[in-house]
């Protein structure tokens, strides 16, 4: 089964974590750990985020700006692409040294188009970086001309996040995985890239990066259809989508179609992507997309886990199936 698996924040940074090389390692590991138990018989892709990364490499970009003068500071393609080589380094590594030596792996780095009149560039949605309290958060938005937004009960800053297009590598990326390489690729979304200037909007036909990071739950969805995977696992630090979440009535989600979920309010900075990603793959695909904790990682892969989302075929009788579906209701 050909498998791709988006590994949310954090299964590389907990929440709270100080972002430090060993704490990203220490939590990278235990993905590994998850992700090699399903290797056998299974071509694996894996793509990942980079939000807390992208943002710290932002912040000391900023700094060495503001102490050499007349240097420009880095600008986000670039900082994501550092970022995806990095994380890439270490997945590759923690996975290899649980995985038989002649298992082989490939870190892509991962440019995707975007459209440069996406209405996202005008509404900053996206969280990078560290998490601050609102007086900190206030203060480097109004010295730095940032977007913020909540975080929980803390705010980050955001930027424009455009729909994912299309992935220049995915000739590159499918060969491997014919040849079972088990492949890290789109990284934090992909390093978004458009034709022209979006500020300027120059019609010239040079590729090039564009100030944003793309969703990677969106571009997770997109690499799963072009390569026709058979599964799309979203994985995160819970383990399904819930209805009243929060709230003594919450339920996790069993099986579920697409427009069943369709008309579930959620998070856009964090469920929510990864529900229209499990959508636009199950309904442009046919087949599954299943959003649960990176620690279930397995039954997720054997079915009996996470929120499982596919199109019914017309025969299946939708009381009966609901009658069947996994649901759980957690203790008051």
């Not at 996206?126 to 975080?151: F, H, M, S």
């Not at 299946?316 to 008051?332: G, K």
Request: aromatic residues 4%.
């Amino acid at each position: 089964m050909r498998i791709v698996i988006a590994l949310g924040g954090n299964a590389l940074l907990q929440r709270g974590q100080p972002m430090t090389a060993e704490n990203q390692r220490a939590n990278i590991r235990v993905a590994a750990e998850r992700i090699a138990a399903i290797t056998p018989g299974n071509e694996i892709v894996i793509a990942h985020g980079n939000g807390p990364q992208v943002g710290l490499l932002a912040l000391q970009s900023a700094a060495y700006h503001d102490l050499a003068d007349g240097v420009a500071a880095y600008p986000l393609d670039v900082l994501g692409a550092q970022t995806d080589a990095m994380i890439g380094y270490v997945i590759e590594q923690e996975l290899g040294n649980l995985l038989p030596a002649e298992q082989s792996l490939a870190t892509i780095l991962t440019m995707i188009e975007v459209d440069r009149n996406d209405p996202a560039f005008d509404h900053p949605t996206k969280p990078i970086g560290p998490v601050y309290d609102r007086e900190t958060a206030e203060r480097l938005q109004a010295a730095n001309g940032w977007a913020i937004a909540a975080d929980g009960d803390m705010f980050r800053r955001v930027v424009a996040s455009p729909k994912p297009m299309k992935i220049f590598e995915i000739r590159s990326i499918r060969m491997l995985v014919e040849q079972g390489v088990i492949v890290i690729c789109a990284g934090g979304g992909g390093v978004p890239t458009l034709y022209g200037d979006h500020e300027n909007q120059d019609d010239r036909g040079e590729l090039r990066g564009v100030e944003a990071v793309i969703d990677k739950d969106l571009a997770s969805a997109l690499l799963a259809e072009q390569l026709d995977a058979d599964l799309l696992v979203i994985a995160t630090d819970v383990d399904g989508v819930y209805t009243d979440w929060g709230t003594p009535h919450q339920t996790r989600l069993g099986r579920v179609t697409p427009d069943e979920l369709a008309g579930l309010e959620l998070p856009a900075g964090s469920m929510g992507p990864k529900v229209q990603a499990a959508c636009d793959f199950t309904r442009h695909t046919g087949n599954e997309a299943v959003i649960g904790a990176l620690t279930d990682i397995t039954d997720i892969v054997d079915g009996t886990a996470g929120t499982r989302v596919r199109e019914l075929h017309p025969s299946q009788d939708l009381l009966v199936r609901r009658r069947m579906e996994a649901s759980y209701r957690p203790p008051t």
